[in-house]
């Protein structure tokens, strides 16, 4: 039976929903100029009417879209110029796309017909929750890349950057990380500490994980809590801690100390890691290794290793940024001879306030994108070993 198509939106329905985008959009705009609820207000009876107006025009479309998208951008060059312009297309764009997204109904043709109005509301209520906390959580990062390529000392983005003014951009701060002395030695200690942090955490958490994964070892449950309490425990108290038993011992102040501290920081994210690759592990493969005469080192290099390969990097590259962004504890228990590149960062905040500091965190936003990336997809290439997903 062939279903019915979907009507189009009544013109209440779509300004009142256009009303709370423009609202929300609003707020941020008002907040920005100093009056969050001027902007709000604005916003929301704005966007309210173009939705209530669209919809009588729905055979119009397309030039009513781009005339939006151009009218915005006007507006925005003539209160805040040509930032203000890019806002405004965007923005327009967004707008027009929006209103007859609703006033067409256009958001129910990938639902199933039989969901009922307040299940369509949960479904994109649901991605609009999770959009806001990602916009939360990535917003300060989106910040921060383009500050470090001021071409001035500051923090603040300054109005050659608002403008788009090529003088008012530089690569100065990089410069100065790669040709200051502190800077480098700072980057060579972490570069020095943190893969051999990462060895002995995938070598101990590898072990660790493979014997807790056995039915025949005793207080598994117990034994797994112990080991992945530095992820839950506050990390001060797990640096006073280590600095007090380090001290008793001569670690304190060592590099091979700061070592230990942070392979015991990155033990349990490889634990976990390689705990859940061994989940859909078919144990008849060691055991019919066995029968065929191989050791229990041969057998895990040659069966159970090619296997949980995947879940190991996972966990060494978790293990690794762990190590490499750490600032807490090697103030505890490292001396100035171990003076790692968070820890310059942190120096350069409380005593320099070198924008250098933007540049180093650009960086090593760049490093770790690539490695999560990196770990998504042996993540993928795991589920495929493992028949979870097709290849």
């Keep these: 039976m062939a279903l019915t198509p979907v009507q189009n939106q009544t013109p209440a329905f779509t300004a009142a929903v256009a009303a709370c985008a423009g609202g929300f959009f609003g707020l941020f705009v008002g907040t920005a100029q100093g009056s969050g609820l001027l902007g709000l207000v604005i916003g929301a009876v704005l966007l ?14 397309k030039p009513i879209r781009w005339a939006t998208t151009a009218i915005f951008g006007v507006l925005g060059f003539l209160f805040g110029g040509l930032p203000a312009a890019v806002l405004g297309l965007l923005f327009g764009w967004f707008a027009g796309w929006f209103t007859f997204w609703l006033a067409t109904s256009s958001y129910r043709k990938r639902l199933p017909p039989y969901l009922t109005p307040g299940q369509v509301l949960w479904h994109f209520s649901f991605r609009v929750i999770c959009g806001a906390i990602f916009v939360f959580l990535i917003t300060p990062i989106l910040v921060v890349m383009p500050l470090s390529f001021n071409a001035e000392n500051f923090f603040t983005f300054t109005p050659e950057m608002l403008r788009f003014d090529p003088e008012g951009y530089s690569l100065r701060h990089y410069r100065d990380f790669f040709t ?5 030695q700072a980057l060579w200690n972490s570069l020095s500490i943190a893969p051999m942090a990462t060895l002995l955490s995938v070598s101990f958490g590898t072990l660790a994980a493979i014997g807790l994964s056995q039915p025949h070892v005793p207080f598994r449950r117990a034994i797994m809590a112990v080991l992945i309490s530095p992820m839950i425990v506050p990390l001060i108290i797990s640096a006073a801690g280590m600095y007090f038993f380090y001290s008793r011992i001569g670690l ?12 015991a920081l990155g033990i349990p994210f490889v634990i976990i890691t390689v705990t859940a690759t061994l989940v859909g592990f078919d144990r008849s493969l060691t055991r019919a290794a066995a029968n065929m005469g191989a050791g229990p080192i041969t057998t895990f290099f040659r069966i159970q290793m090619p296997l949980i390969l995947p879940g190991v990097i996972s966990g060494g590259l978790f293990a690794f940024i762990t190590s490499f962004d750490e600032v807490v504890v090697v103030l505890f228990v490292g001396s100035a001879g171990q003076k790692t590149l968070p820890w310059q960062m ?38 495929r070993l493992r028949g979870m997903s097709p290849s």
């Design 48 to 61: 309210g009417a173009m939705g209530f107006a669209f919809t009588h025009m729905l055979d119009q479309q």
């Design 180 to 184: 200051n002395d502190d800077w480098q």
């Design 252 to 263: 304190q102040g060592t590099y091979f100390g700061v070592v230990l501290a942070h392979a």
């Design 346 to 383: 942190f120096t350069g905040l409380r005593e320099q306030i070198s924008p250098t500091i933007l540049a180093v965190a650009t960086i090593l936003v760049g490093i770790s994108i690539c490695l999560l990336t990196t770990v998504e997809f042996l993540r993928r290439r795991s589920e």
